[in-house]
């Protein structure tokens, strides 16, 4: 069954600096997502994105944040320049079509620990 | 704006006890709705989905979960749970209006007792 994959699995940081975190969504899925999940809260909406720019995204998202798909197969959240309160888990999604009617598919998450 | 709220945060059961976990959101417009389970060390998979129709659904595993919508719930249930149910538990919604984002409840870790 396809999946949706993310590395790294884990991502140390020091804060200031800059990390982009990887997710290869399922091959012939079109909308892809970003979520946060910060340790003892909400699983968070951060950003969706289709035909290769933003359609939505949360308050969360500002301009320290930014998404691209390079490359037709990898989806990357990059985050500027990293604070303490950026540490989550962070989770790329990926579904068929929009409209809330088609299934989102997690990927495993990349822990993010910005010291 | 949306929100989902989960009653419980843990719950701690015996193989072979029922299983509730209540969901209710608050949102002025229709809504699809979701629960989401997390295995431990596994990623977020989908449980049951509810767009429309049949107010009772079911999905995988045993669970099925019913819409109230007077009440604003989608309440998640499972008769007799196994120690392979231990998980944590999300529910979630999208307006059907516009956009696709998820809303998240705060989930609910449940702990099933061998």
């Known amino acids: 069954e396809p999946e949706v994959t993310q590395t790294p699995s884990h991502q140390v940081t020091q804060m200031g600096q800059e990390v982009i975190l990887r997710c290869v969504p399922i091959s012939n899925h079109l909308y892809f997502y970003w979520y946060r999940q910060i340790l003892g809260q909400k699983v968070e909406f951060l950003v969706s994105f289709y035909n290769n720019e933003i359609s939505e995204k949360s308050e969360i998202f500002d301009d320290q944040f930014s998404v691209e798909r390079p490359d037709g197969s990898n989806f990357t959240l990059k985050i500027r320049s990293t604070k303490l309160e950026d540490s989550a888990m962070y989770f790329c999604?990926?579904?068929?079509?929009?409209?809330?009617?088609?299934?989102?598919?997690f990927g495993p998450g990349t822990r993010l620990t910005v010291t | 704006a949306q929100s989902v709220s989960q009653h419980n945060h843990h719950v701690i059961l015996s193989e072979a006890a029922s299983l509730e976990l209540g969901c209710n959101y608050s949102?002025?417009?229709?809504?699809?709705l979701f629960w989401y389970v997390q295995y431990p060390g596994q990623h977020l998979q989908l449980l049951l989905k509810y767009f429309s129709g049949d107010p009772l659904v079911k999905g995988i595993k045993g669970f099925e979960a019913e819409f109230i919508k007077s009440k604003f719930s989608f309440n998640l249930r499972k008769p007799s749970v196994q120690w392979s149910d231990t998980a944590e538990y999300f529910c979630a919604v999208t307006p059907k209006a516009a956009g696709n984002k998820l809303t998240f409840g705060g989930g609910t870790r449940v702990l099933v007792k061998p």
């Open positions: 999604a990926s579904s068929p079509s929009a409209g809330g009617l088609y299934e989102q598919y």
């Open positions: 949102y002025g417009g229709t809504v699809n």
